[in-house]
Nanobody
Framework: QVQLVESGGGLVQAGGSLRLSCAAS????????MGWFRQAPGKSRDYVARINRSSGLKYYADSVKGRFTISRDNAKNTVYLQMNSLKPEDTAVYYC??????????????????WGQGTQVTVSS
C-alpha cells in the first residue's frame, strides 16, 4: 500500500500562486507515476498533471500548461504542484494520485491505484 497526504491548499487572489505538496509513504518503490487531479463543485474529477517517478518526464492538461509546474523529490518521496497565475476557475479540491503501472496515458482516474484525501484551493476574483 501507498499512503498519500496533500498539503498547501488555501485561499489566494486571482493572479497569485500556491504550491501543493504530496508526501508518499509505504511501498513507494512500487510507484511508477504520480499525478494531480482536481474537482470543482458539481463537476467531475479532472486530470491536471503527472510526472514519471524515475524519468521525471512531465505532462500537463492544456488548461494549466504554462502556469502550473509539477516536480518531484524522490529522496523525500514528495511531489509538488507549483501553481502560478491562478484563476477563479482553478478553484477546486486538488487530489494527489499514484500509479503502479507504466502503461497508459495516466490522464484517467482509473489508471491510478492510490489517492490522497484532497486539499482545497480557492481563488478569489
Amino acid at each position: 500500500q501507498v499512503q498519500l497526504v496533500e498539503s498547501g491548499g488555501g485561499l489566494v487572489q486571482a493572479g497569485g500562486s500556491l504550491r501543493l505538496s504530496c508526501a508518499a509513504s509505504g511501498r513507494t518503490y512500487s510507484v511508477y507515476a504520480m499525478g494531480w487531479f482536481r474537482q470543482a463543485p458539481g463537476k467531475s474529477r479532472d486530470y491536471v498533471a503527472r510526472i514519471n517517478r524515475s524519468s521525471g518526464l512531465k505532462y500537463y492538461a492544456d488548461s494549466v500548461k504554462g502556469r502550473f509546474t509539477i516536480s518531484r523529490d524522490n529522496a523525500k518521496n514528495t511531489v509538488y504542484l507549483q501553481m502560478n497565475s491562478l484563476k477563479p476557475e482553478d478553484t477546486a479540491v486538488y487530489y494527489c494520485a499514484a500509479s503502479r503501472e507504466g502503461i497508459g496515458t495516466k490522464i484517467y482516474e482509473y489508471e491510478y491505484h492510490y489517492w490522497g484525501q484532497g486539499t482545497q484551493v480557492t481563488v478569489s476574483s
